[in-house]
């Protein structure tokens, strides 16, 4: 079922919540709300479960609006950040209470729930926990029940809020693996919340990143990854080294050096430019082609990268990473004066982009 | 024997536990194990005759059948009292809040010539009660009203922090997988709540039973109609009949014994579902 | 942010989401049961006790307060309070280090025999006291041979007060320092400071708040006690009467308005009970939330 988010805006008392947020989701998507904490995430997945009713914008399920409509009644599943299991229930009992409680005419049968349940916990792969309480579960097992339970009632659209949040990392690693297989088999349209970067780029068909209530930009991990429309989404979702200088003629110019960023920028006094670590190359010095000058301070070595930090004349600190064995060929060491060459710069004025 | 099994850095403990055995054992245990003693000294027939005499058993019929009533009473709106303290707002929240507790500072006596005054039946209430026929003091109804208000506070300050415990999520979740607001309150709500309940149950039924001061100024205490089975120990005393006193005593006291061993193990089933998170 | 916003929005809007909010009417019929059991069952007592008592004017009230058997109850159920309070504050302390403190077998059976006067009618636990030093009690020859006096004389009065009011300190005390853990007092002891210092710098501290709160429901308890100090007290106007046991005298003579004069003294000190036992729990929520809020926004 298809999801479309139109015009949302939410306040609690004077806090901006959300800001007039508008989204598309077509059927069958696994979508990524990605954003720091505050940014209105979650408030949006629990304004389109129907937990929360935003202040003005509709939300269409399916093209039907149902934005007055109660949880009850949008057949949407949602996964709570902290479970939210009923905690004298066993796990068999969690996930039969949505088909218990169905009107009288619409309850299967005790066998039928059986059978539904079974089905399910096997789907989590869990079956052999129906008889334990939650509080005899792992994080992750509670996890899983908590999906097992969302999808019993068979909805439409699945709304998972921080799925991963409270799970150590290598659960959660494995987790958000699994999600994405299960995903794949039963297709259902699913909206998931998340602050990691990581976890929405890994999982995720597209990402919604938001900020302070607004959309940031929508697209695939790639696209936003590779091809930030702000500055915020380019800081965001990894780290980046900043160049404040002023865009003429096809080049970025920092100091008096200048950077060629492809004569398709607009002229402007106030730039900046955005270069993610791996995207330098590190030369020496006098080496032949224009660059910026650097002394590298510190060397960290990580596996086969070696994360390096570097000051520019101006006191500015660069972090870049490179491949250790480069680094050794080149025989570059800590106290080295380099000259950097970004091989990607993305320049922005303000909160544009500016055309590439 | 190690007492100390596992060491700890800090100092007192020899002292503190000693002083608390020694303290205990002077002021409870000593004192309440002379009930025992007298008991068993008196032998069996006569301990039959004083704790099967008609007039005890009545007041043991008023005692329990009123606590039990108070208690169920008690439940009923002390849940309620909870939960509109817990999530609604409304004027005079503050008080209430703060006055549920009276029943446990307002000493008892107070409390029972003032129940006993309004409730009588040229009393602010009890004047209007009277032509419906309804007469609440000095007999077996005021017993029970008496009950109901030194009971309240048990049930309301057990189920209160508990409801407060109750994530708004797990409500959601069941609104979510489709529960009407009924639904969620009795397959959700109220079996969360339900070992805070029975153990406020339990607690006011307890007290209640034991209760003297707010019952006798308002029960009229009528023989073999309105008289709890605290008084008749206290009738007894008066009477220098300590033997039969002790006799009603300890079996009022082995009760007390079992509700408070039925206590301790509700409140370990709380402790066992609320404290684990889920 | 987002903790900031949900303390300000404390804890009453979490209930007001769409999907956990119940229709107005039903609301309202819950307030309105609350409202009218609190008004019948709770206002209308306190609210009698002070109409009676002025009801023959202020003249009549001060007369009762100030006459000489009056004063004398009061003073007695001073001196009572005075004497079990401080005993029961040393043992409650005392028992709350041991048990919350340091591990050992049998702790929930001590706990549980702690609690025992509680569920002992008050009744009989001034009854036991007659079977302990009555004429024919164990010790009861013992002291009337030495010409010493406990029942029907004040020291019983005060032996049955101390176990009424026993486990009140105690049972504030010892959740309140389990849950605290000994973390601090540990790391204390590390840097050198001596039991007492501990005690007095590390633990007190700590649990001020509990203590302060055990100690005004025991002096409730201790200053309003009336089964149990009726049983030993032997009703001597003058000598052995608490003020409980006077209003029931006053009372039982049709002296109603002297019997609420005295009367209303209780009822003040259970409001004042009720007032500061409203105050400590806010003072230690505050400190509970402040303490978290920090721990948030680190």
């Known amino acids: 079922m298809s999801i479309a988010i139109r015009n949302i805006s939410k306040h609690f008392g004077a806090f901006h919540a959300l800001d007039d947020v508008s989204i598309d989701i077509p059927s069958g998507e696994l979508v990524a709300l990605l954003g720091p904490s505050g940014c209105g995430k979650t408030t949006l997945l629990r304004i389109i479960a129907g937990l929360e009713f935003a202040d003005s914008g509709r939300i269409l399920l399916e093209g039907d609006d149902a934005s007055e409509r109660h949880v009850r009644e949008r057949n949407v599943g949602f996964v709570f950040q902290h479970y939210a299991l009923f905690r004298h229930m066993t796990v068999f009992e969690n996930v039969a209470f949505g088909l218990r409680v169905k009107p009288r005419k619409y309850r299967p049968n005790e066998n039928e729930i059986r059978k539904r349940v079974s089905r399910l916990l096997e789907l989590v792969q869990l079956g052999w926990l129906a008889d334990r309480y939650p509080s005899q579960l792992s994080g992750g097992q509670r996890q899983r029940i908590a999906l097992a339970r969302a999808l019993a009632v068979e909805p439409k659209v699945l709304l998972l809020d921080e799925p991963f949040g409270a799970l150590d990392a290598?659960?959660?690693?494995?987790?958000?693996?699994?999600?994405?297989?299960?995903?794949?088999?039963?297709?259902?349209?699913?909206?998931?919340?998340?602050?990691?970067?990581?976890?929405?780029?890994?999982?995720?068909?597209?990402?919604?990143?938001?900020?302070?209530?607004?959309?940031?930009?929508?697209?695939?991990?790639?696209?936003?990854?590779?091809?930030?429309?702000?500055?915020?989404?380019?800081?965001?979702?990894?780290?980046?080294?900043?160049?404040?200088?002023?865009?003429?003629?096809?080049?970025?110019?920092?100091?008096?050096?200048?950077?060629?960023?492809?004569?398709?920028?607009?002229?402007?006094?106030?730039a900046v430019g955005f270069v993610r670590p791996h995207e330098f190359d590190l030369l020496p010095a006098n080496a032949p082609g224009t660059g910026l000058p650097g002394k590298i301070l510190r060397i960290i070595a990580i596996g086969p990268l070696a994360q390096v930090e570097l000051a520019r004349p101006n006191g500015e600190l660069l972090e870049v990473a490179i491949l250790r064995d480069t680094l050794s060929v080149l025989g570059l060491r800590e106290g080295d004066e380099v000259s950097l060459r970004p091989r990607n710069i993305r320049v922005f004025q303000n909160n544009e982009r500016l055309a590439a | 024997m190690a007492i100390r099994k596992r060491f700890s850095p800090l100092p007192g403990f020899g002292l503190s536990l000693g002083y608390t055995i020694f303290y205990l054992?002077?002021?409870?245990?000593?004192?309440?194990?002379?009930?025992?003693?007298?008991?068993?000294?008196?032998?069996?027939?006569?301990?039959?005759?004083?704790?099967?005499?008609?007039?005890?058993?009545?007041?043991?019929?008023?005692?329990?059948?009123?606590?039990?009533?108070?208690?169920?009473?008690?439940?009923?709106?002390?849940?309620?009292?909870?939960?509109?303290?817990?999530?609604?707002?409304f004027p005079g929240k503050g008080l209430v809040d703060a006055l549920v507790d009276l029943p446990f500072a307002l000493p008892t006596a107070v409390a029972g010539i003032a129940l006993a005054t309004i409730y009588a039946e040229n009393g602010p209430i009890g004047s209007l009660l009277k032509p419906y026929g309804i007469e609440v003091a000095y007999n077996p109804n005021g017993v029970l009203l008496a009950l109901i208000f030194i009971g309240l506070p048990f049930v309301v300050r057990t189920v209160q922090p508990v409801l407060a415990d109750l994530e708004k999520e797990v409500e959601e979740a069941a609104a979510g997988l489709g529960a009407s607001r009924w639904q969620t309150f009795v397959k959700v709500i109220l079996p969360h709540v339900l070992p805070a309940l029975l153990t406020g149950f339990a607690m006011a039924f307890a007290r209640a039973v034991g209760e003297y001061g707010s019952v006798i100024f308002i029960a009229g205490n009528v023989p073999m109609v309105s008289e709890i089975t605290p008084l008749m120990i206290i009738t007894k005393l008066e009477q220098y009949d300590y033997a039969g006193a002790t006799a009603v005593a300890s079996v009022m006291l082995i009760f007390s014994f079992i509700l408070l061993l039925i206590i301790n193990g509700l409140q370990g089933w709380m402790q066992n579902r609320y404290s684990k998170g889920a | 942010m987002s903790a900031t916003i949900a303390l300000q929005h404390g804890s009453l809007e979490r209930y007001e989401t769409p999907s956990t909010r119940e229709p107005q009417w039903i609301k309202v019929l819950l307030i309105g049961i609350a409202l009218t059991f609190f008004t019948v069952f709770l206002l209308f007592p306190l609210v009698a006790v002070f109409v009676e008592a002025f009801r023959k004017g202020w003249g009549t009230y001060l007369a009762a307060l100030s006459s000489h058997d009056a004063l004398a109850a009061i003073r007695l159920t001073l001196l009572t309070a005075a004497i079990a309070v401080p005993l029961n504050l040393f043992f409650g302390i005392s028992a709350a280090w041991a048990i919350a403190k340091f591990e050992f077998p049998g702790k929930r059976l001590l706990i549980t025999l702690i609690d025992l006067p509680f569920s002992v009618?008050?009744?009989?636990?001034?009854?036991?006291?007659?079977?302990?030093?009555?004429?024919?009690?164990?010790?009861?020859?013992?002291?009337?041979?030495?010409?010493?006096?406990?029942?029907?004389?004040?020291?019983?009065?005060?032996?049955?007060?101390?176990?009424?009011?026993?486990?009140?300190?105690?049972?504030?005390?010892?959740?309140?320092?389990?849950?605290?853990?000994?973390e601090e007092e540990e790391a204390a002891v590390v840097l050198g400071a001596s039991g007492w210092q501990v005690f007095w710098h590390t633990t007190l501290p700590n649990i001020k708040w509990g203590l302060l709160y055990g100690v005004i429901l025991c002096n409730a308890r201790a200053m309003g006690e009336f089964g149990a100090v009726s049983v030993v007290s032997g009703h001597i106007r003058g000598m052995t009467n608490t003020m409980p046991l006077h209003v029931e005298i006053l009372y039982n003579e049709y002296n109603y308005a002297a019997a609420f004069a005295v009367a209303s003294l209780l009822a003040l000190l259970a409001i004042v009970t009720l007032g500061l036992k409203t105050l400590v729990e806010r003072q230690s929520h505050k400190q509970k939330t402040e303490s978290l809020a920090l721990e948030n926004a680190s």
């Open chain 1, 170 to 270: 290598k659960v959660r690693k494995e987790l958000r693996r699994w999600l994405r297989q299960l995903h794949d088999e039963i297709h259902v349209t699913s909206v998931f919340v998340t602050h990691d970067q990581e976890e929405a780029l890994e999982v995720s068909d597209s990402i919604v990143v938001m900020n302070k209530g607004r959309v940031e930009q929508i697209g695939s991990p790639d696209q936003v990854y590779d091809h930030p429309a702000t500055p915020f989404v380019a800081s965001f979702l990894g780290s980046v080294n900043l160049f404040h200088g002023r865009v003429e003629d096809g080049h970025l110019h920092v100091g008096e050096h200048a950077l060629a960023v492809g004569a398709g920028h607009v002229a402007t006094d106030q």
């Open chain 2, 25 to 89: 054992a002077l002021i409870v245990l000593i004192p309440l194990s002379a009930v025992g003693a007298k008991t068993i000294g008196m032998g069996w027939e006569a301990f039959w005759a004083a704790v099967s005499n008609p007039r005890v058993v009545a007041s043991y019929e008023l005692s329990f059948g009123a606590s039990l009533l108070a208690a169920a009473v008690n439940v009923v709106f002390g849940l309620i009292f909870a939960w509109v303290l817990v999530r609604y707002r």
């Open chain 3, 121 to 182: 009618s008050p009744v009989i636990s001034g009854l036991i006291y007659v079977l302990l030093f009555g004429a024919q009690g164990w010790f009861g020859e013992w002291f009337a041979a030495h010409d010493i006096k406990i029942l029907f004389a004040v020291p019983g009065i005060v032996l049955a007060t101390i176990f009424v009011t026993f486990p009140f300190v105690a049972r504030e005390l010892i959740p309140l320092m389990e849950a605290q853990g000994s």
